[in-house]
């Protein structure tokens, strides 16, 4: 099987091999730019031929184009995936009605934030250390108790401590 020739580009001049089922034609590389060439070219070929001046213009023309999209109507159109689901479930505006707003108080103090999500914080630990070890999660937890005690300058056996992380850890965390 022999090789197909080399052929100049016409737009870059490089040369190139053309592709083996289009040697007789082929007169551009693949390079992007050389292909954008080539498609001008063969388009500006297609308007110089005196049949295709008008292709475009006139009532027949208009009448040819209505035709084929009644033909082949959609063809233009986007297709919609049949398996198309929504991102996020559609929001269902609810208007109260007369009613007086009173906020609940909640406390955004740090000690009770962790108090009543200690969940939150064993799974955040267990995150932390890569481990879902009690034995881990337990040091860690007072390795993080001294170090809040040392930002909130609280001394161990005040009274406004928050509920101790360790047991907490240890009620909450499942048995190994």
């Not at 009543?116 to 914080?121: H, L």
């Not at 799974?123 to 034995?135: K, V």
Request: net charge positive; hydrophobic share 30%; aromatic share 6%.
């Amino acid at each position: 099987m022999k090789g197909s020739p080399k052929r100049k580009c016409l737009c870059c001049g490089d040369f190139f091999a053309p592709d083996h089922r289009n040697v007789g034609h082929q007169r551009y590389c693949w390079k992007s730019a050389c292909r954008k060439e080539s498609k001008a070219q063969s388009q500006r070929r297609w308007l110089q031929r005196p049949e295709n001046q008008n292709y475009f213009r006139g009532p027949e023309n208009r009448q040819r184009v209505k035709d084929w999209r009644k033909a082949h109507p959609g063809y233009g159109r986007k297709k919609k995936s049949r398996t198309q689901v929504p991102l996020q479930d559609f929001f269902q505006a609810q208007v109260a009605h007369n009613e007086e707003l009173n906020p609940k108080v909640t406390s955004d103090a740090l000690q009770d934030l962790f108090s009543m999500q200690p969940a939150v914080v064993v799974g955040l630990i267990s995150m932390m250390t890569g481990s879902a070890l009690q034995e881990d999660i337990a040091s860690t937890v007072g390795v993080l108790l001294r170090k809040g005690r040392e930002i909130l300058d609280m001394k161990p056996g005040s009274e406004n401590q928050t509920t101790s992380l360790s047991a907490t850890t240890a009620n909450c965390a499942a048995p190994v």
